[in-house]
């Protein structure tokens, strides 16, 4: 097995699917000015404090919409933050939220990338890496039924069953961020709109995410399986992260093109410019990890329809369009838009989500 460094470039967020919900999952607590702390509620602290008499008095305060760290110093004055809390979340939101996106942690409570997130971000990058190379006219995605699926590719070249499938050989551990704290970060659109501009406030949802620059180190390995046919990209750890890097690249220069193309409205402008500028940043680093045994790697959620697909349908031609007529909704009201026509970033920076530095380490 290798040591692989991870570090967040972005902020990330891998969600547990979970909405928790103010007072009932979570309190609020003012720092400083208007910067709030977020503490996740333990139940079993709340009861030490307010007492297990007290418990339907404390349904009834939720039902009610009362605040619960009101209701707690009704029983307890002197009790401070910590003692009815499990762990805290730094705010980074306009406003005190009513519900927020949960990130994933493990059984002690540690935020985590899974190893089945990071591989599978692998697996979307080498078979883009593979297509590309591909003769078009050969690339199949319809069944005998003539519907649309990947799986038809994605058996021609990586394998028709699990038993055959080469990615058996590809083993990745989980990173765990044992220390760091996450944040909770307001998650807003760029979107293409018709008589509205492009800056989009519509669907705002506040998001717990792992922030920028935190570190973790996780294992990762190539194992050798006699059995089965194993494509250049895989040969060595080094070959696979110049793969993935060099997909990373292609498709960040691609959304930069399709950025600097559109004509964006003066009110959206700016913000525009700033998610741009976002981009350019990771290219610029992914291109500093060629020849370096590191890649930049996009994972979870935010990462866009192009990144998790790897967007090779878009090769496709005119069978290109019967994708997007399946993967959008409402196809006849957004066939004139753009696709995917919309990008989640987060408000204030117009950060986008998801981007991931790998180095590879010493072997172990």
């Known amino acids: 097995m290798s040591n692989i460094k991870i570090e967040t470039l972005t902020a990330v967020h891998i969600g547990t699917g979970n909405i928790l919900q103010k007072d009932c999952d979570f309190v609020c607590k003012k720092v ?20 297990l008499e007290n418990i339907d008095a404390w349904t009834v ?9 009101d209701f707690i110093r009704q029983y307890s004055p002197n009790s401070a933050f910590r003692d009815y809390t499990s762990r805290q979340i730094d705010s980074y939101l306009p406003c005190v939220p009513r519900q927020i996106k949960e990130f994933i942690r493990d059984g002690l409570n540690r935020p985590y ?32 039924k003539g519907r649309l699926t990947a799986r038809i590719m994605e058996n021609d070249l990586f394998g028709t069953d699990p038993q055959r499938d080469v990615f058996r050989c590809v083993q990745v551990g989980d990173a765990l961020f044992d220390g760091y704290r ?18 989009d406030k519509s669907k705002q949802m506040a998001t717990e995410v792992l922030p920028g620059g935190a570190e973790a180190i996780f294992k990762m390995k190539i ?16 070959e696979l992260m110049s793969t993935v890097n060099e997909h990373t690249i292609d498709l960040l220069d691609d959304e930069i093109k399709i950025w600097h193309a559109k004509d964006i409205d ?36 935010g990462s866009g329809w192009r990144f998790i ?11 290109f369009m019967d994708v ?19 990008r989640r970033l987060e408000e204030d920076c117009c950060e986008p989500l998801g981007f991931v530095k790998l180095t590879l380490k010493e072997s172990v």
């Open 223 to 238: 194992v050798e399986k006699k059995d089965l046919y194993i494509p250049n990209e895989l040969s060595s750890l080094s």
């Open 113 to 144: 990338i899974p190893g089945s997130s990071i591989k599978g971000a692998i697996r979307t990058a080498v078979l883009s890496h593979i297509i590309e190379s591909k003769d078009k006219s050969n690339i199949k995605i319809k069944d005998t």
């Open 32 to 51: 400083s000015g208007n910067d709030v702390e977020i503490g996740i509620i333990n139940p079993t602290k709340i009861l030490e404090l307010i007492g």
């Open 309 to 319: 697909t790897g967007a090779w349908t878009e090769c496709l031609g005119g069978e």
């Open 266 to 301: 003066s009110d959206s402008e700016e913000k525009v410019e700033d998610f741009i500028s976002q981009l350019k940043d990771m290219k610029r680093i992914a291109e500093e990890c060629r020849e370096k045994h590191a890649c930049v790697l996009r994972v979870g959620h």
């Open 324 to 342: 997007v007529d399946v993967a959008r909704p409402k196809n006849n009201l957004y066939r004139d838009y753009m696709f995917p026509k919309s």
């Open 182 to 199: 996450t944040a909770a970060y307001n998650m807003v659109n760029i979107n293409e709109r018709i008589s509205l501009g492009y800056w």
């Open 61 to 69: 305060a939720i039902e009610n919409g009362r605040d619960t760290v």
